[in-house]
């Protein structure tokens, strides 16, 4: 086995990993060994992505109840993660909504721009702050290592016409792993973005359940597939891993070449 990928000594903290897009991730990390908190504020969804992650027999798996929109319940379960596991070296902050259908700029609510922010931008940069200080207290007790993940989106660089709240969030996150990656570098701590393109799961059911939708996305997409969770797999093994140390400050598209097509 190749000991760059073996996580067997790392924790990390998924938020939104009781489904879709974080469960893959969550799925590959266990499967190399790693220890894995879920976050997610469906308990039934909690309760059956853990099943799953045990029946790999590999890394240690908990989920825990959060609503990453709301400070005080990212700090608790913090704290509960912490008192479980005694460190975390990575925090994959996935957690998100869509945009809940699109709908013209002019008519946006300010509660819909609010819960957007709440959810997609304050819900990853204050998870972040706290994974980010107990990072450094290692880090200056001579352990360097930490990772930091957001999930952005393809609709950071695109926007995306009728839904730009989503859009204006995602591209927050490119802009906070280019500042962080610099600002954390010296400890160690990478930070990079994720940004899917279309993937199979419950926030874009809908829309691929649509003919119209599918008939003119897919041919624009070369691999001539929608993406799978599965898909993310890999790229949170390299970058929960010692592999991907010198790799920082980026952002890094999984769209099955549908960007530059
Ligand atoms: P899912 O709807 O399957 O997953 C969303 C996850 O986020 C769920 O686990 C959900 O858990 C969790 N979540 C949502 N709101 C909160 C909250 N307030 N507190 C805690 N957890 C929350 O969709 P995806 O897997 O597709 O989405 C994952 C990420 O990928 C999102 O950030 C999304 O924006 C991004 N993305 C997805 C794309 C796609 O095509 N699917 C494309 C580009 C980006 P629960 O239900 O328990 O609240």
Redesign the pocket.
């Known amino acids: 086995m190749n000991k760059d990928f073996d996580l067997s000594n790392r924790v990390a903290v998924i938020?939104?990993?009781?489904?879709?897009?974080?469960l893959g991730m969550a799925d590959a990390l266990v499967r190399a060994g790693c220890s894995v908190s879920i976050?997610?504020?469906?308990p039934q969804?909690?309760e059956q992505a853990l099943a799953q992650l045990k029946t790999h027999n590999a890394g240690k798996v908990e989920a825990r109840i959060?609503?990453?929109?709301d400070r005080s319940s990212i700090e608790e379960t913090w704290r509960a993660t912490l008192g479980a596991f005694g460190r975390v070296d990575g925090c994959f902050a996935?957690?998100?909504?869509?945009g809940g259908g699109r709908k013209a700029f002019i008519d946006r609510t300010p509660e819909e721009w609010r819960q957007m922010f709440a959810?997609?931008l304050d819900?990853v940069v204050q998870v972040f702050q706290l994974a980010a200080r107990h990072m450094i207290e290692r880090a200056e007790k001579g352990d360097a290592f930490g990772r930091l993940v957001p999930?952005?989106?393809?609709?950071s660089i695109s926007g995306t016409a009728r839904n730009e709240h989503?859009a204006a969030t995602?591209a927050s996150l490119n802009a906070l792993v280019r500042a962080l990656g610099v600002e954390l570098a010296r400890y160690g701590i990478t930070a990079n973005a994720i940004?899917?393109?279309?993937?199979?799961?419950?926030?874009?059911e809908g829309i691929m359940g649509n003919d119209k939708f599918v008939a003119n996305v897919l041919p624009r997409i070369p691999m001539r597939r929608f993406?799978e969770?599965s898909d993310f797999g890999g790229i949170a093994v390299y970058l929960m891993s010692t592999a991907s140390s010198y790799h920082t400050a980026d952002t890094l598209l999984i769209d099955g070449g549908y960007a530059i097509y």
């Open positions: 938020t939104g990993g009781n489904g879709g897009i974080g976050w997610g504020r469906n969804k909690n959060c609503d990453v929109s996935n957690a998100g909504i869509g959810t997609n819900g999930t952005s989106s393809l609709a989503y995602k940004l899917p393109g279309w993937i199979k799961s419950d926030m874009t993406g969770p």
